[in-house]
C-alpha cells in the first residue's frame, strides 16, 4: 500500500497534478482511493488511471463509501429501508455525506426529509421522495433515523453562523427536541462531531439510540467489500 499526501509530495516541490497523477499511474496500482477538495476530482483522475478509482471524499459533492456504511447501519438497527423515514439535519449545503446518503436512500424508496435552517438548505434538494423542512423539530416528527452533519465550517462563507452556542440553540439535536422522532429513533453523525454545536454530549452519548461508533466500525466492512468487489471486476 502506497499512502500518499499532497502535502509531503511532489506537488509541495512544483510538480503539476497531471505529472503527478501520471507518476501514480506509472506506478500499476491494482486501485486508487483518493480524497481530494475539489469537485468531481476522482472522476477527472480516473480517465489517466488503468485501475478503478475510489472517491474517498470529494469536495462537498460525494462521499459513497460513507454513505453505504451508513446505510448499512440504518438496515442492521432498523431494517428495510423503503419503510422508513429518514431525516438529514443541519448543514446540508456543504455536506458530501449528505448528497451521497440522499441518492442513496433516495434510489432504495426511503422517505427523505432534508432538514437545514435557511441559510443551509440547498437551493434545489432535487430528490424524488425529498421534502425541505427548515425547523428541526418539525423535519425529524415521527423520523426512524436522526442523521445529523457537521457544521463545514472549512467550506462556508464568513459571517453564515453567528456563533456555535446561537447554531446549538436553533439546530442543535437534544433529547427535549429528540422527543419529535419516533421513540424508537436512532442517532447518527458522520464524524468528527462537534458536541455542542450540533449535538449534545447526552444525545452523541447515548447507550442505546446512538449509532455514531456503529457507523465508524461498520465503515471497515463496507470498504473491504468495495475494494474486493472491485478487485473481483478487474480479474484477469
Ligand atoms: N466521516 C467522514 C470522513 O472522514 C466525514 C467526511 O469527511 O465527510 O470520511
Same mark, same amino acid.
Given at each position: !500500500?502506497?499512502?500518499?499526501?499532497?502535502?509531503?509530495?511532489?506537488?509541495?516541490?512544483?510538480?503539476?497534478?497531471?505529472?503527478?497523477? $501520471?507518476? #501514480? /499511474? /506509472? =506506478?500499476?496500482?491494482?486501485?486508487?482511493?483518493?480524497?481530494?477538495?475539489?469537485?468531481?476530482?476522482?472522476?477527472?483522475?480516473?480517465?489517466? !488511471?488503468?485501475?478503478?478509482?475510489?472517491?474517498?471524499?470529494?469536495?462537498?459533492?460525494?462521499?459513497?463509501?460513507?454513505?453505504?456504511?451508513?446505510? =448499512?447501519?440504518?438496515?442492521?438497527?432498523?431494517?428495510?429501508?423503503?419503510?422508513?423515514?429518514? @431525516?438529514?439535519?443541519?448543514?446540508?449545503?456543504? %455536506?458530501?455525506?449528505?448528497?451521497?446518503? /440522499?441518492?442513496?436512500?433516495?434510489? #432504495?424508496? @426511503?422517505? #427523505?426529509?432534508?432538514?437545514?435552517? $435557511?441559510?443551509?438548505?440547498?437551493?434545489?434538494?432535487?430528490?424524488?421522495?425529498?421534502?425541505?423542512?427548515? %425547523?428541526?423539530?418539525?423535519?425529524?416528527?415521527?423520523?426512524?433515523?436522526?442523521? !445529523?452533519?457537521?457544521?463545514?465550517?472549512?467550506?462556508?462563507?464568513?459571517?453564515?453562523?453567528?456563533?456555535?452556542?446561537?447554531?446549538?440553540?436553533?439546530?442543535?439535536?437534544?433529547?427535549?427536541?429528540?422527543?419529535?422522532?419516533?421513540?424508537?429513533?436512532?442517532?447518527?453523525?458522520?464524524?468528527?462531531?462537534?458536541?455542542?454545536?450540533?449535538?449534545?454530549?447526552?444525545?452523541?452519548?447515548?447507550?442505546?439510540?446512538?449509532?455514531?461508533?456503529?457507523?465508524?466500525?461498520?465503515?471497515?466492512?463496507?470498504?473491504?467489500?468495495?475494494?474486493?468487489? =472491485? =478487485?473481483?471486476?478487474?480479474?484477469?
Amino acid at each position: !500500500m502506497i499512502h500518499w499526501d499532497s502535502a509531503s509530495s511532489s506537488l509541495s516541490k512544483g510538480e503539476s497534478f497531471e505529472d503527478t497523477i $501520471e507518476t #501514480l /499511474a /506509472a =506506478l500499476a496500482p491494482d486501485i486508487l482511493i483518493m480524497r481530494h477538495s475539489e469537485y468531481n476530482a476522482p472522476r477527472s483522475v480516473a480517465r489517466f !488511471m488503468g485501475c478503478p478509482v475510489i472517491n474517498g471524499g470529494d469536495s462537498y459533492r460525494a462521499h459513497p463509501t460513507q454513505a453505504l456504511l451508513d446505510l =448499512l447501519t440504518i438496515q442492521q438497527a432498523k431494517g428495510d429501508v423503503s419503510k422508513l423515514k429518514i @431525516a438529514i439535519c443541519g448543514d446540508i449545503a456543504h %455536506s458530501r455525506v449528505a448528497r451521497s446518503n /440522499a441518492t442513496l436512500l433516495d434510489k #432504495l424508496g @426511503a422517505e #427523505l426529509h432534508m432538514v437545514a435552517p $435557511e441559510y443551509l438548505m440547498p437551493q434545489d434538494v432535487g430528490y424524488k421522495n425529498a421534502t425541505a423542512f427548515t %425547523s428541526l423539530n418539525e423535519g425529524i416528527k415521527g423520523c426512524d433515523v436522526v442523521m !445529523m452533519l457537521r457544521l463545514q465550517k472549512e467550506r462556508m462563507s464568513q459571517g453564515l453562523i453567528t456563533s456555535d452556542q446561537s447554531y446549538f440553540k436553533e439546530f442543535g439535536l437534544t433529547h427535549a427536541r429528540l422527543k419529535h422522532a419516533k421513540p424508537d429513533a436512532i442517532i447518527m453523525h458522520p464524524g468528527p462531531m462537534n458536541r455542542g454545536v450540533e449535538i449534545d454530549d447526552a444525545v452523541a452519548d447515548d447507550p442505546v439510540r446512538s449509532m455514531i461508533r456503529r457507523q465508524v466500525a461498520n465503515g471497515v466492512p463496507t470498504r473491504m467489500a468495495v475494494l474486493d468487489w =472491485l =478487485l473481483e471486476q478487474n480479474k484477469g
